[in-house]
């Protein structure tokens, strides 16, 4: 397939929601969804980790996920997304969607993680029989429930794992519609070039774990691409138990600019780490952090100021959105809390999954697939900041962009690119009292 250049971040549809949007809610729908008069039903699996340290994360995506089947079980002409207008999916005869829900949490037993993503898709397809996958957050934990998607010939379309080595596998069922980590490293490089930033030293701090090494290496052939040297590596225990002996060696070498990507296990060894180390880099940025919110960093808020971060989702830019908007006001009444990056990124693999369905006209694995290959949905159709959903020959969808957030004032305000930040805002460099 040909790849199509994404033209603006933003194009506002034409279609003013009204009021009713923001206070009707949704109708019908919920976990579970009566067959259509066609008999017909659309089962979609999540995979979600809903205990551990991704407990947070999972479970908004399951709240995202339900959300999206109730949008489209429900008639809600005011949302303007694809079949939220009538019940169901209206070339199914009106066939309804369903979610089925697998916890994937490890018990941290050596392997475990792989073994229970296994076992999950085996209980999600095998006995409950879902039509189509979504969800599984680590990249890891996904990597090993798409190889079990891939025997039973069952779509799995993710939104939230960025590793590249998950879309360069050539899987025939893997579909992703986020933002790859190389498309972050770009976007965080660009905004160096177009401020006139120097970045000096590299040096990439990571995660000792399979996705740590995938940032290491994106990280360092993009630096190759731009000429700007060889980074120096510093990794951690995925739990960040020796985060604080590591920091004292990158204080030692005291880079310019340091990338950073850690495990939701890590994240406050590593800010404890930074705040009582004494030092912070003149530029910083971490590969997938947004699922961390601002308050999450107030006990180390002057250590990281100005940390910038990647992310696939930003309320911010939902807000200049129109379905966007619509959706993340009705998620904010049924769960009381503002729409996530996890809400929704799955809120959109749901969509997409019963996009691509409907579409086919039929539950056929095979035609699904067919219609996954083929899908152009227009960034207006979506929810998230991206230009659309268009798949490449690795399955990844080329249309998606990442947005790059800094940190200050005890806040995330949005960096980068332009036309999605707020007039005139760029990025602190350097970070507020770096050191040197």
């Known amino acids: 397939?040909?790849?199509?250049?994404?033209?603006?971040?933003?194009?506002?549809?034409?279609?003013?929601?009204?009021?009713?949007?923001?206070?009707?809610?949704?109708?019908?729908?919920?976990?579970?969804?009566?067959?259509?008069?066609?008999?017909?039903?659309?089962?979609?699996?999540?995979?979600?980790?809903?205990?551990?340290?991704?407990?947070?994360a999972g479970t908004e995506a399951q709240n995202g996920a339900?959300?999206?089947?109730?949008?489209?079980?429900?008639?809600?002409?005011?949302?303007?997304?694809?079949?939220?207008?009538?019940?169901g999916l209206a070339n199914l005869g009106g066939a309804k969607v369903s979610l089925l829900v697998q916890d994937t949490?490890?018990?941290?037993?050596e392997g475990d993680a792989q073994v229970k993503a296994g076992q999950a898709v085996t209980k999600l397809v095998s006995d409950e029989g879902a039509n189509a996958l979504i969800g599984a957050y680590d990249p890891e934990v996904t990597e090993a429930a798409s190889q079990r998607s891939e025997r039973?010939?069952?779509?799995?379309?993710?939104?939230?794992?960025?590793?590249?080595?998950?879309?360069?596998?050539?899987?025939?069922?893997?579909?992703?519609?986020?933002?790859?980590?190389?498309?972050?490293?770009?976007?965080?490089?660009?905004?160096?070039?177009?401020?006139g930033a120097v970045t000096g030293k590299i040096a990439v701090l990571h995660a000792s774990d399979k996705a740590g090494q995938d940032v290491l290496t994106t990280t360092e052939e993009l630096a190759a691409q731009g000429g700007l040297g060889d980074p120096k590596e510093f990794s951690f225990n995925p739990d960040g138990?020796?985060?604080?002996?590591?920091?004292?060696?990158?204080?030692?070498?005291?880079?310019?600019?340091?990338?950073?990507?850690?495990?939701?296990?890590?994240?406050?060894?590593?800010?404890?780490?930074?705040a009582g180390g004494g030092w912070k880099p003149k530029a910083a940025m971490s590969y997938s952090l947004g699922y961390v919110t601002a308050q999450?960093?107030?006990?180390?808020?002057?250590?990281?100021?100005?940390?910038?971060?990647?992310?696939?989702?930003?309320?911010?830019?939902?807000?200049?959105?129109?379905?966007?908007?619509?959706?993340?006001?009705?998620?904010?009444?049924?769960?009381?809390?503002?729409m996530t990056e996890a809400a929704a990124s799955a809120f959109t693999a749901v969509m997409t999954v019963a996009q691509a369905v409907n579409n086919a006209g039929t539950l056929d694995n095979q035609q699904v697939r067919s219609a996954l290959l083929s899908l152009d949905v227009p960034g207006e159709q979506t929810i998230m900041p991206w230009a659309g959903i268009q798949f490449d020959e690795t399955h990844q969808n080329v249309l998606a962009q990442s947005l790059i957030?800094?940190?200050?004032?005890?806040?995330?305000?949005?960096?980068?690119?332009?036309?999605?930040?707020r007039s005139g805002t760029k990025a602190i460099l350097p970070a507020p009292n770096a050191s040197g």
């Open 152 to 195: 039973y010939e069952v779509p799995f379309v993710n939104a939230d794992s960025p590793a590249t080595f998950l879309t360069d596998a050539g899987r025939d069922w893997f579909f992703r519609i986020g933002p790859t980590w190389r498309q972050a490293g770009e976007a965080f490089f660009s905004l160096f070039r177009q401020q």
């Open 105 to 109: 949490t490890p018990t941290g037993a």
């Open 241 to 274: 138990s020796n985060a604080a002996a590591v920091l004292v060696k990158l204080k030692q070498y005291n880079p310019d600019t340091l990338l950073l990507y850690s495990t939701p296990a890590s994240v406050l060894p590593l800010l404890q780490a930074f």
């Open 296 to 338: 999450t960093f107030d006990p180390a808020a002057a250590a990281v100021d100005g940390l910038m971060r990647s992310t696939s989702w930003s309320y911010e830019a939902a807000q200049r959105n129109v379905a966007a908007r619509a959706v993340t006001a009705l998620y904010q009444r049924r769960y009381n809390s503002e």
């Open 405 to 421: 957030e800094q940190y200050h004032n005890r806040q995330f305000s949005i960096v980068y690119p332009n036309d999605a930040t």
């Open 66 to 87: 339900k959300l999206a089947v109730d949008v489209i079980n429900g008639i809600n002409p005011s949302i303007p997304l694809p079949l939220a207008a009538d019940a």
């Open 1 to 56: 397939m040909t790849s199509r250049r994404p033209t603006r971040l933003h194009r506002l549809a034409l279609l003013v929601v009204p009021a009713l949007a923001l206070t009707a809610a949704c109708t019908g729908g919920g976990d579970s969804a009566t067959p259509a008069p066609s008999g017909q039903s659309l089962k979609i699996g999540l995979l979600a980790q809903l205990n551990g340290p991704n407990k947070s």
